[in-house]
C-alpha cells in the first residue's frame, strides 16, 4: 500500500488523546502490552456492548454521564500529528500518518456514497485507558466504535498486538482494514441498521455477527474505491494497493475470527453460540465481497440466511 506522496493530509479527523510526550507512552497496554484471555474477552464483551443496539449504548452512556469527572484533562492535542503528517509521503513513513490518511479517505468515500446522510466523525487515539459515552475501556478492549458519541477509538498499539499476539502478518492496509472496519460501524449507526440487532445476542447466525460481518463488508466496498476516491482537493490520497495488501488483509480477518480466537487465544475448543464477529471465513467472505463488487448495496449480510 502506497499513499499518494503530494496529497495534503488533514489531521482534524483525529482527536489524539495520548497524551504525555512524544513517541513515547506505548507501552500502557493491559497484560503487559500484549492481548491475554483476559483482554480477548473484555474484547468481545465490550465490542458487543459498543457495536450493538442504541438501547445498551444509550444505557451505558447514561451510566458514564453518571460517573463524569473522570478521565476529565484526556484532552486532544493535535500538535504532533499536525507538524508530523502533512503530506502523503509522511503517511508512507509513520503509521501514525498513515491512519491519518485512512480516516481522510474512508470519510470521502462515505460522503460521496451517502451525501449529506454521511456525518463525518472523529477517531480518538488514546494510551492504556479512555473514557467514552459507552463506559471506560483499555487497550484491551481492541478497536471500537462507541454509538453513543459517534467517536471511533483505538490505542494505535493494537496493531503490533494483532502482530504479536494474533500472529497477523500486519502492514498499512491491516490497519486501514481495522479503521475501515470501526467506521462501517459509524455508516450502521447513521443508518439506524445496529437497531435491528438485539444487544449481547451471540451465535453464527446471530443479530451481532451480522452487523459485524457487514462491518467487513463495508471495509472492503471502501478498499475497492481507495485508489480512486478523490480528497477535497480531488487528488485520492491511497495510490495503491497490492495484491499482497489485500492477501495480508484476509489473514487478519482470518485472524480475528471467533473460531481462531476460541482455538488459539481462549479455551481451545471452538463454541459458535458464543461467536460475535463470525467465524474466520465468514470474515474473509464478507470482506471479499465488499471488496470484489466495491457495492455496499452487496453487504446485506441481514437479508441471507448464507452467511458464509
Ligand atoms: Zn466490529
Known amino acids: 500500500m ?16 495520548r497524551g504525555g510526550g512524544f513517541g513515547g507512552g506505548r507501552g500502557l497496554a493491559v497484560g503487559g502490552g500484549g492481548l491475554g484471555l483476559v483482554g480477548v474477552l473484555v474484547l468481545v464483551l465490550f465490542q458487543v456492548l459498543g457495536g450493538g443496539g442504541g438501547g445498551t449504548g444509550a444505557a451505558l452512556g447514561q451510566l458514564g454521564g453518571q460517573l463524569g469527572g473522570l478521565g476529565e484533562g484526556q484532552t486532544a492535542d493535535n500538535t504532533q500529528l499536525e507538524q508530523q503528517c502533512r503530506t502523503g509521503a509522511d503517511a508512507n513513513e509513520s503509521v501514525d500518518c498513515a491512519v491519518v490518511a ?46 453513543a458519541d459517534r467517536l471511533v477509538y483505538i490505542d494505535l498499539s493494537f496493531f503490533d498486538t494483532l502482530q504479536q499476539q494474533f500472529g497477523a502478518e500486519g502492514g498499512l492496509f491491516v490497519n486501514a482494514y481495522v479503521i475501515a472496519h470501526e467506521y462501517g460501524h459509524h455508516v450502521q449507526n447513521l443508518l439506524g441498521i445496529n437497531q435491528q440487532v438485539t444487544p449481547g445476542e451471540t451465535g453464527p447466525t446471530s443479530g451481532t ?14 478498499a475497492n474505491h481507495a485508489e480512486t476516491v478523490p480528497d477535497e482537493s480531488g487528488q485520492p490520497l491511497i495510490a495503491e494497493i497490492t495484491q499482497d495488501d489485500v492477501d495480508r488483509a484476509l489473514d487478519a480477518a482470518a485472524r480475528i475470527g471467533d473460531d481462531f ?4 487465544l481462549g479455551g481451545g475448543t471452538v463454541d459458535q453460540d458464543a461467536f460475535t464477529h463470525g467465524s474466520s471465513e465468514q470474515r474473509q467472505r464478507w470482506f471479499s465481497t465488499g471488496y470484489q463488487t466495491g457495492d455496499p448495496a452487496q453487504c446485506d449480510t441481514f437479508a441471507t440466511d448464507d452467511l458464509g
Open 102 to 147: 485512512d480516516i481522510e479517505s474512508i470519510q470521502d468515500y462515505w460522503s460521496g456514497v451517502l451525501g449529506p446522510d454521511y456525518r463525518p466523525t472523529d477517531t480518538v487515539f488514546f494510551n492504556g485507558s479512555v473514557r467514552t459515552d459507552c463506559g471506560g475501556a483499555t487497550s484491551g478492549s481492541g478497536p471500537f466504535y462507541c454509538p
Open 209 to 222: 455477527v451480522r452487523l459485524e460481518l457487514q462491518a467487513d463488508c463495508f471495509a472492503g466496498a471502501w
Open 2 to 17: 502506497r499513499y499518494s506522496e503530494g496529497a495534503d493530509l488533514d489531521p482534524s479527523g483525529v482527536q489524539d488523546r
Open 261 to 264: 480466537i476460541q482455538q488459539n
